[in-house]
């Protein structure tokens, strides 16, 4: 979706919400001071509420997000539906009340809790933004704490019981840089869901090359299982070659699928042998220990694999 999609969006919910402000204004004003009247003011104080919030994340693109116009999307439905009961209950001049008013009432509380409810999420999810968020040319991520300062000021304006931006509170007490900008760390990244917790992968590589397989034989120019193994980001492979009924890996790979490989490698073997492809002489004879089994025992056969790690 583009930036203007996502505006033409959101401007048609605060138009959306604007017109069923003015419905209930002009219910009130026509109703005497009743439950009507009470449950009518409750939904025009979260609708004014909603419309508030609704416009600080048009104004600020660090808010069109995808869970937040998803909320968005959501509460567009519950503000149609008010919209849609108020000038149904306007139009009536409430002369059908006592075939519906129990209805209404019924309905009308049901959506000023529902908008109640999807207004608190979206608070939740716009708490949980990256706001002020930027990358430099060093591909460097950090904060501008003006954006961060100004986009909270507004929200604690807008609600009472919001206290700031996880981001905020995870650079809180750091000194900014000449620039207002406050650097992250990996594990400010890691906390923002930026940096994946326990990745395999780190700067690094690695050279397979001129590695030579024959016969039955079966090479992994890798790790079996991941558990105390660093993979690295640039594998280059050049030069290898896989004769006969022989198998070559070059990646790292789980013991499940090393034993579900070795274990077809064996099948197609033996039918090799049976039609008479190989002879029974020509198998090289090994036990069938599991892969990890044998990876544990140095049974499994290692490649010259060249590596170097950067920085």
């Known amino acids: 979706m583009s930036g203007l999609e996502i505006l033409g969006g959101i401007s048609a919910i605060i138009s959306i919400i604007e017109a069923s402000v003015k419905v209930a204004d002009r219910i009130s004003e026509a109703r005497d001071k009743d439950a009507w009247t009470d449950l009518i003011d409750r939904n025009r104080k979260e609708m004014r509420s909603l419309q ?9 693109e660090a808010l069109h997000t995808k ?34 008013g129990r209805k209404w009432k019924k309905d009308l509380l049901s959506y000023t809790l529902s908008i109640s409810n999807a207004k608190a999420t979206l608070t939740l999810k716009i708490a949980s933004a990256h706001v002020g968020l930027t990358v430099g040319t060093d591909k460097k991520y950090a904060v501008q704490m003006k954006k961060i300062e100004s986009v909270e000021s507004q929200l604690n304006k807008l609600l009472d019981s919001f206290v700031c931006l996880e981001i905020s509170d995870l650079v809180r007490g750091r000194t900014p840089r000449r620039d207002g900008t406050v650097p992250l760390d990996d594990n400010d990244l890691l906390a923002l869901g930026l940096q994946a917790e326990d990745s395999p992968y780190q700067d690094g ?9 024959l016969d039955q034989a079966m090479m992994i120019n890798g790790t079996v299982g991941t558990e105390g193994f660093i993979e690295p980001k640039h594998v280059k492979i050049i030069n290898n070659v896989a004769r006969h009924q022989s198998v070559l890996v070059n990646a790292s790979v789980s013991v499940n699928e090393m034993d579900k490989n070795r274990d077809h490698h064996l099948k197609v073997i033996e039918v090799l042998a049976r039609n008479g492809a190989i002879r029974n002489d020509q198998i090289e004879q090994g036990p069938r220990t599991a892969a990890a089994e044998r990876a544990r025992s140095g049974m499994m056969e290692r490649t010259r694999v060249s590596q170097e790690t950067e920085g």
């Open 52 to 60: 508030q919030i609704v416009e600080l994340v048009k104004e600020e």
């Open 205 to 213: 590589s690695r050279l397979i090359d001129n590695n030579l397989t």
């Open 67 to 100: 869970d937040i116009i998803e909320e968005l999307a959501e509460i567009s439905e519950w503000a149609t539906k008010v919209l849609e009961l108020l000038k149904t209950m306007e139009g009536s001049g409430f002369r059908s009340n006592l075939q519906n």
